[in-house]
């Protein structure tokens, strides 16, 4: 049973929003799409928090004019029809929920809300969507395959499984990759149709760089400072990356560096259940790769047959929740934290 959405119709001026803040802001599950829209009305530099996945949440300072141009740069890739309808499904206190309602007022599409944490509405279709990984593949156990034209994923890493499945897709998706400092995504990574692909494809007016440890450095707007992320990354074009994993979580095992996000993505074919693997201290190696399962312990399949001889884990842990961000990101810090205090 889908709950009653609400609309923010296309074309919405200036009066209209404030009509829609005003029947909207006492209704909870809203309260954070009403506070952003206000920022919007009145504000030219806009409040956001970054996510708090692998530390704690920042609020920092985005301007307004950075969104619009980060909003426009994605409507040029994908081309949307004049009376497109848009799903929101996101948190709005958070960059990617907050750029959807960007896309649609910029671009005067109807946005249909509805609540993070109910089933992806299949009462009709949409021409675009955004999504966590995490939140399309819960939706296909329940209630299949949505009806949307084009569909992004953000938050966290694609995992294979899922990727797999989408070939057999007509609804087009694409994972992207960004952050709140970049107003929402520099670039994307298209996973069906006819053109899939294993790289990053940066937006246009994007330039990027890689640094002395192969982490990714962002142009977000020429003349600007560059951004510095924690993304290791292999550069093939001037405009195409490969994210390999993060700085801060490498692990170093006798010598040997491993990303953990490279690890995970291989075995995402062979376990349905949540996961990630951490550096756990070895006295003889430094650090040996440990993995962490949500849910039921079961047997496994031979990793031995699925990875390397350096990316086989020493400990397998089982937990019954992990923990996750409000944009349903694993916050592995959190979760190894469980671990210790267990």
Known sequence: MIPMRTILPAGIDRKGIEQWILKH?????LKEHCLFLDQWLNSENIL????????????IELSKAWLILSAQRSLNVFKLPQNAQLLLQLPADKIGGRMMIVR????????HILPASSSIDDSRSY?????TPHQLMKSLEQDGQPEIAQIILGGSQVPASLESTLQSWETLVYETYGMTETASHIALRPLNGIAPSK?????EGIQIRSGEQDELWIRFIEGSSEIQTKDVVKIHSESE????GRLDSAI???GIKLFPETIERELSMHINESFFFFGERDELLGEHLALVIEGEEHELPDFKEILGKYELPKRVYWVQSLVRTSNGKVNRSASIGLLNAT
């Open 25 to 29: 802001r006492e209704i909870l599950w």
């Open 48 to 59: 956001c928090h970054t996510s708090g996945s692998t530390g704690s949440p920042k609020e």
């Open 104 to 111: 649609a007022l910029i671009g005067g599409f109807d946005l």
């Open 127 to 131: 021409d675009f969507a955004a999504f």
């Open 199 to 203: 790289f990053f494809q940066c937006l």
């Open 241 to 244: 990356f490969e994210v390999l």
């Open 252 to 254: 170093n095992s006798g």
